[in-house]
């Protein structure tokens, strides 16, 4: 098992990592709180975060995951249900 499954494999079993619920928000307030999340997480030196964007019509789903495809810091991602774990 390489490093970066390791670390998706703790966070799924429960490790603490820092989390960010944005259920329930809309997604433009949603992507405010993810990029506030995403910079205490890497000036924190936080290794693994874990998203959640809950179910419902996906929409904020599509714009959580679109940020996080495209943001220089995340180099890898899993979703699970109804959130996502990222890896710095």
Same mark, same amino acid.
């Given at each position: 098992?390489?490093?970066?499954?390791? %670390?998706?494999?703790?966070?799924?079993?429960?490790?603490?990592?820092? *989390?960010?619920?944005?259920?329930?928000?809309?997604?433009?307030?949603?992507?405010?709180?993810?990029?506030?999340?995403?910079? %205490?997480?890497?000036?924190?030196?936080?290794?693994?975060?874990?998203?959640?964007?809950?179910?419902? *019509?996906?929409?904020?789903?599509?714009?959580?995951? %679109?940020?996080?495809?495209?943001?220089?810091?995340?180099?890898?991602?899993?979703?699970?249900?109804?959130?996502?774990?990222?890896?710095?």
């Amino acid at each position: 098992m390489d490093k970066d499954s390791l %670390k998706f494999y703790a966070a799924e079993l429960g490790a603490k990592i820092p *989390t960010l619920d944005l259920h329930g928000f809309y997604p433009s307030d949603a992507l405010d709180r993810l990029d506030i999340f995403i910079y %205490k997480c890497v000036e924190i030196n936080s290794e693994s975060a874990r998203i959640i964007y809950g179910g419902g *019509t996906g929409k904020l789903r599509e714009v959580v995951l %679109k940020k996080i495809k495209e943001n220089k810091v995340i180099h890898s991602y899993q979703e699970e249900g109804g959130s996502v774990i990222v890896l710095f």
